[in-house]
Protein backbone atom coordinates (compact mmCIF):
# COMPACT_ATOMS: atom_id res chain seq x y z
CA UNK A 1 0.00 0.00 0.00
CA UNK A 2 1.20 3.87 -1.21
CA UNK A 3 1.77 6.29 1.87
CA UNK A 4 -0.67 8.97 1.61
CA UNK A 5 0.41 12.63 0.89
CA UNK A 6 -0.31 15.11 3.41
CA UNK A 7 -1.38 18.75 3.18
CA UNK A 8 1.73 20.69 4.41
CA UNK A 9 1.90 24.79 5.52
CA UNK A 10 4.56 26.23 4.84
CA UNK A 11 5.50 29.95 6.92
CA UNK A 12 8.58 31.77 5.64
CA UNK A 13 10.65 33.60 7.33
CA UNK A 14 13.63 35.74 7.02
CA UNK A 15 15.46 32.96 7.87
CA UNK A 16 13.86 30.82 4.86
CA UNK A 17 15.34 33.06 2.60
CA UNK A 18 17.76 31.69 0.04
CA UNK A 19 19.95 33.08 -2.97
CA UNK A 20 19.07 31.67 -6.58
CA UNK A 21 21.84 30.87 -8.86
CA UNK A 22 19.84 33.91 -10.76
CA UNK A 23 21.49 36.35 -8.78
CA UNK A 24 17.91 37.27 -6.81
CA UNK A 25 17.20 36.32 -3.08
CA UNK A 26 13.72 33.83 -2.53
CA UNK A 27 11.53 33.32 0.39
CA UNK A 28 10.86 29.54 0.80
CA UNK A 29 7.55 28.15 -0.27
CA UNK A 30 6.57 25.14 -1.61
CA UNK A 31 9.52 22.83 -3.17
CA UNK A 32 10.26 18.86 -2.80
CA UNK A 33 12.61 20.32 0.00
CA UNK A 34 9.95 22.24 2.12
CA UNK A 35 6.86 20.40 0.90
CA UNK A 36 7.86 17.26 -0.32
CA UNK A 37 6.30 18.61 -3.38
CA UNK A 38 6.75 16.41 -6.92
CA UNK A 39 6.38 18.38 -10.08
CA UNK A 40 6.26 21.72 -8.70
CA UNK A 41 7.75 24.94 -6.58
CA UNK A 42 6.82 28.02 -6.09
CA UNK A 43 8.11 30.88 -4.17
CA UNK A 44 7.92 34.67 -3.03
CA UNK A 45 10.50 36.88 -5.06
CA UNK A 46 11.56 40.24 -3.69
CA UNK A 47 13.56 42.49 -6.24
CA UNK A 48 14.97 45.35 -4.77
CA UNK A 49 14.72 48.61 -6.36
CA UNK A 50 17.93 48.56 -9.22
CA UNK A 51 17.99 44.63 -8.77
CA UNK A 52 19.05 42.41 -11.55
CA UNK A 53 18.91 38.61 -12.37
CA UNK A 54 21.85 37.00 -14.27
CA UNK A 55 20.45 35.42 -17.90
CA UNK A 56 19.40 32.06 -17.68
CA UNK A 57 16.96 29.97 -18.57
CA UNK A 58 15.18 26.52 -16.84
CA UNK A 59 15.75 23.47 -18.40
CA UNK A 60 12.64 21.40 -19.55
CA UNK A 61 10.62 23.23 -16.90
CA UNK A 62 7.78 26.20 -17.69
CA UNK A 63 7.43 28.87 -15.26
CA UNK A 64 4.42 30.64 -14.03
CA UNK A 65 4.60 34.28 -12.59
CA UNK A 66 2.01 36.92 -11.25
CA UNK A 67 3.37 40.60 -10.29
CA UNK A 68 1.66 40.98 -6.51
CA UNK A 69 3.38 45.13 -6.36
CA UNK A 70 5.61 46.92 -8.33
CA UNK A 71 6.87 46.66 -12.03
CA UNK A 72 9.99 44.61 -13.68
CA UNK A 73 11.61 44.37 -16.79
CA UNK A 74 12.66 41.44 -18.92
CA UNK A 75 14.58 40.82 -22.06
CA UNK A 76 13.82 37.15 -23.12
CA UNK A 77 14.36 34.77 -26.58
CA UNK A 78 17.15 33.09 -27.84
CA UNK A 79 19.81 36.25 -28.06
CA UNK A 80 17.54 38.32 -25.79
CA UNK A 81 15.97 40.00 -28.27
CA UNK A 82 12.61 40.48 -27.07
CA UNK A 83 11.70 43.11 -24.27
CA UNK A 84 8.52 43.12 -21.99
CA UNK A 85 7.66 45.11 -19.26
CA UNK A 86 5.39 43.68 -16.11
CA UNK A 87 3.10 45.43 -13.93
CA UNK A 88 1.33 44.39 -10.64
CA UNK A 89 -1.60 42.57 -11.04
CA UNK A 90 -0.12 40.96 -14.45
CA UNK A 91 0.75 36.69 -15.43
CA UNK A 92 3.88 36.09 -17.14
CA UNK A 93 4.64 32.46 -18.77
CA UNK A 94 7.72 31.58 -19.69
CA UNK A 95 8.07 28.08 -21.94
CA UNK A 96 10.70 25.64 -20.93
CA UNK A 97 13.93 26.15 -21.98
CA UNK A 98 13.21 30.13 -22.92
CA UNK A 99 16.66 32.33 -21.81
CA UNK A 100 15.33 35.04 -19.90
CA UNK A 101 16.85 38.15 -17.83
CA UNK A 102 15.11 39.71 -15.36
CA UNK A 103 15.87 43.08 -13.83
CA UNK A 104 14.22 45.95 -11.66
CA UNK A 105 14.91 49.50 -13.09
CA UNK A 106 12.74 51.51 -10.96
CA UNK A 107 12.57 52.97 -7.45
CA UNK A 108 10.19 50.72 -5.71
CA UNK A 109 10.47 47.10 -4.98
CA UNK A 110 8.64 44.75 -6.57
CA UNK A 111 6.83 41.70 -5.29
CA UNK A 112 6.22 37.85 -6.94
CA UNK A 113 4.91 34.83 -6.69
CA UNK A 114 6.91 32.23 -9.17
CA UNK A 115 5.61 28.66 -9.49
CA UNK A 116 7.88 26.14 -11.65
CA UNK A 117 7.01 22.44 -12.86
CA UNK A 118 10.16 21.68 -11.35
CA UNK A 119 10.02 20.87 -7.67
CA UNK A 120 13.60 21.82 -6.70
CA UNK A 121 14.01 25.36 -7.61
CA UNK A 122 17.48 25.41 -8.44
CA UNK A 123 17.79 22.51 -10.34
CA UNK A 124 16.96 23.66 -13.77
CA UNK A 125 18.27 26.76 -13.35
CA UNK A 126 20.98 26.99 -16.52
CA UNK A 127 23.08 30.15 -16.50
CA UNK A 128 23.24 31.93 -19.49
CA UNK A 129 26.70 33.76 -19.50
CA UNK A 130 27.15 33.92 -23.01
CA UNK A 131 24.19 36.40 -22.88
CA UNK A 132 25.34 39.10 -20.51
CA UNK A 133 25.94 41.09 -23.15
CA UNK A 134 22.73 41.80 -23.67
CA UNK A 135 21.81 42.67 -19.98
CA UNK A 136 20.33 46.05 -19.56
Not at 26 to 43: K, L, R
Not at 92 to 98: E, K, L, R, T
Amino acid sequence: MQEQANCVIIRPTEQSAFAGKQGLDYFAGIAAETAGSQAICMHMLRMPAGARAKAHHHESHETAIYMLSGTVEMYYGHQLEQHAVVHAGEYVYIPAGMPHFPFNPYEAEAVAIIARTDPHEQESVVLRPDLEQFRA
